[in-house]
């Protein structure tokens, strides 16, 4: 099975622009999660993305949105960047069921200059 | 509300010592699930172990184990003979039963250094 897939992996941004990160999930995985991680936050959860439906959000701007494609694919999009944004972002594929468990990518590592 | 906590924040070992990293959790649920990850400098978060609130067995994999204790809230993680290999950060993770939505609440993590 391929494992999941984050592109890209570093990306450099200048404040006030936006950005869109992607995630390919587990194949056959319905449930795509975006983390934060930041040295002052730790892992934060942002969003669950269950068969196109946001299905939880996290406490996070508005400027925080995602998406789920039909093929479980998601992208992660952040708007009018802030110095605040540099951080890595982690995604997590899981099945969407209870007890299923998370099998995450290596990450989007933003710095936003 | 969901809280983990991990409240080693750094150890150190030399090679071949035992090590236990600490986690305390907090929940409103009967049902859960408790996660351990591995974080190594490449950034991946890789999958250890999973355990629900039901099954409070303790869990050996070749030089890890897991105790898990209801009474206490704890789910500590302990490496046998430590090794270079095993210097990462280590996370901690809540899942809370709260039907379809989901997500995992994380501990600040533990960075364990094992050196020779």
């Known amino acids: 099975k391929a494992g999941v897939t984050q592109t890209p992996r570093y990306l450099i941004k200048t404040r006030g622009q936006q950005v869109t990160l992607s995630c390919s999930p587990i194949?056959?995985?319905?449930?795509v999660s975006w983390y934060q991680q930041t040295p002052g936050q730790g892992l934060q959860f942002l969003f669950e993305?269950?068969?196109?439906?946001?299905?939880n959000k996290g406490n996070f701007p508005g400027r925080f949105s995602g998406r789920q494609f039909s093929n479980s694919r998601s992208e992660m999009n952040v708007s009018t960047l802030e110095l605040g944004d540099s951080a890595l972002y982690l995604c997590?594929?899981?099945?969407?069921?209870?007890?299923?468990?998370?099998?995450f990518g290596s990450g989007t590592r933003l710095t936003v200059v | 509300a969901q809280k983990v906590t991990q409240a080693q924040t750094e150890i150190s070992v030399v090679e071949k010592e035992d090590v236990t990293l600490d986690c305390v959790y907090e929940?409103?649920?009967?049902?859960?699930?408790l996660f351990w990850y591995k974080q190594p400098p490449s950034g991946e978060l890789v999958f250890l172990i999973r355990?629900?609130?039901?099954?409070?067995q303790n869990e050996i994999s070749g030089r890890y184990s897991w105790n898990f204790q209801k009474s206490t809230s704890s789910f500590n993680f302990t490496i046998t003979a430590s090794q270079v290999v095993d210097s990462a950060v280590y996370f901690c993770?809540?899942?809370?039963?709260?039907?379809?939505?989901?997500?995992?609440?994380f501990g600040t993590g533990t960075r364990l250094q094992v050196t020779l």
């Open positions: 997590a594929s899981s099945s969407g069921l209870s007890e299923g468990g998370y099998t």
């Open positions: 194949s056959g995985h319905r449930s």
């Open positions: 993305y269950f068969s196109e439906t946001q299905r």
């Open positions: 929940t409103r649920d009967t049902t859960y699930y």
């Open positions: 355990r629900n609130s039901f099954d409070e």
């Open positions: 993770a809540l899942r809370e039963n709260t039907g379809t939505a989901s997500k995992l609440t």
